[in-house]
């Protein structure tokens, strides 16, 4: 984000880019944990999405991490390539990019042997977005997402993944996208980084 104004920076940014240097400092001995389990591995995601976050674009972001076996493997922050018209929209799109990645993971930890028993669960906090990944023909509102966005609802309709219900407090992605207060950052953050 801070990137963006690195052409034309003022005081407010400099600020930014302090508070950030100031966060990899007293993160510095942060690190994620892998542990051997005898266990099999199992694959699950979070995405959310910002409503209209970019405030000059009015673009969502989207943002997702996955896990395997409770450490992270795969994250990304992205913002949408079009304005989303709706919450349930933005979240929609998000779920169809968690989707995507959902769909190669599994396939990568086949290819290693490794295959997934079941669908992934994706944490989803939208029932908006859930519902429509499930039965499209009641959201007459969504008629106009494109095709590429639909995505993750072929996936929950041939089994691949189930957008799974989460309270928006245990929303692990949400550390990608959303400025949260120290507290909720820490709560997250302690989910997916070890000190």
Same mark, same amino acid.
């Given at each position: 984000m801070l990137a963006k104004y690195a052409n034309n920076p003022d005081k407010q940014h400099l600020d930014a880019a302090k508070s950030i240097i100031k966060y990899l400092k007293g993160t510095k001995n942060a690190f994620i944990e892998y542990r051997a389990s005898s266990e099999p591995l199992i694959l699950e995601g979070y995405c959310d999405s910002d409503y209209a976050g970019d405030l000059m674009s009015q673009k969502s972001t989207s943002g997702y991490t996955f896990m395997l076996n409770g450490a992270p493997i795969s994250w990304s922050y992205k913002r949408q390539g079009c304005v989303a018209t709706l919450s349930t929209e933005a979240e929609y799109m998000a779920a169809s990019h968690a989707a995507k990645e959902a769909v190669w993971l599994c396939c990568l930890m086949s290819e290693l042997g490794y295959p997934q028993k079941g669908p992934t669960i994706i944490h989803e906090d939208s029932t908006g977005c859930i519902g429509m990944s499930k039965n499209p023909i009641h959201h007459s509102t969504m008629k106009h997402i !494109? $095709? %590429? &966005? %639909?995505?993750?609802?072929?996936? #929950?309709?041939?089994?691949? $993944? =189930? /957008? &799974?219900? =989460?309270?928006? &407090? /245990? &929303?692990? !992605?949400n #550390?990608? =996208?959303? !400025? /949260?207060?120290? #507290?909720?950052? #820490?709560? %997250?953050w302690d989910k997916l980084i070890r000190l």
């Open positions: !494109a $095709v %590429h &966005q %639909h995505f993750v609802r072929e996936r #929950v309709e041939r089994g691949d $993944v =189930i /957008l &799974q219900k =989460i309270t928006s &407090q /245990l &929303q692990v !992605a #550390v990608f =996208i959303k !400025a /949260l207060d120290k #507290v909720k950052f #820490v709560f %997250h």
